[in-house]
């Protein structure tokens, strides 16, 4: 069974940083790609970015390009977001998800809240 | 980047059918395949593929679910609808970088 769990989300302050994990088990974690997605209160998917199996590719959307950095460990079967200079727009339910060749996703974690506020 | 258009939302009766509807501002075919993909989400959960490569059935899925469309228009189906079926649906498109997700259709019973 796949499973994600995710983790380090929390109050933040606007302008500092976090970074989230993703621990992933139940499959062979160095043979997928894997993604970050996002979701505002009451809103809809954002996609945030991906990494390939080896970390040689990592793809992001563009307006987060500068603000965030999606890292892996195969050894520890972790994903990680790193977040900086984070405003009130980056309040949301982080999601980490698995790859597929195609490009869709087909196992997601539970999520985890981060929310920016002073 | 790609935008993709979906209905707010949507009300059927239980067991009829409902159709999803996505539009693109730009083809998401490559090959021979069309790179769109749905997915469901109940409040308080996460996503859940459904459908991958327009018309594919991911695992576990049951059969009342359908995806159909190529190039710029895309459907979803779920005939006969169960109550377990309100929820929100998206649909995703990984033709081209970034990623995109549709607004979502909010599907409920009258």
């Known amino acids: 069974e796949v499973k994600l769990v995710e983790s380090g989300g929390g109050l933040v302050q606007p302008g500092r940083s976090l970074k989230l994990s993703c621990a992933a088990s139940?499959?062979?974690?160095?043979?997928?790609?894997m993604g970050w997605v996002r979701q505002a209160p009451g809103k809809g998917l954002e996609w945030i970015g991906e990494i390939n199996q080896d970390s040689s590719t990592i793809n992001y959307t563009p307006s987060l390009k500068d603000k965030f950095t999606i890292s892996r460990d195969n050894a520890q079967n972790t994903l990680y977001l790193q977040m900086s200079k984070l405003g009130s727009e980056d309040t949301a339910i982080y999601y980490c998800a698995r790859g597929t060749n195609y490009g869709g996703y087909s196992g997601w974690g539970q999520g985890v809240m981060v929310t920016v506020s002073s | 980047d790609i935008v993709l258009t979906q209905s707010p939302a949507l009300a059927v009766s239980l067991g009829q059918r409902a159709t999803i509807s996505c539009k693109t501002n730009?083809?998401?075919?490559?090959?021979?395949?069309?790179?769109m993909h749905w997915y469901q989400q109940k409040p308080g959960q996460q996503p859940k593929l459904l459908i991958y490569l327009a018309s594919n059935l991911a695992s576990g899925i049951p059969a009342r679910f359908s995806g159909r469309g190529s190039g710029t228009d895309f459907t979803l189906t779920i005939d006969p609808v169960e109550a377990d079926d309100t929820a929100t649906y998206y649909c995703?498109?990984?033709?081209?970088?970034?990623?995109?997700f549709g607004a979502g259709t909010k599907l409920e019973l009258k």
């Open positions: 995703q498109q990984s033709r081209n970088l970034p990623n995109t």
């Open positions: 730009q083809n998401v075919d490559y090959y021979g395949n069309s790179y």
């Open positions: 139940g499959f062979s974690f160095n043979d997928y790609w």
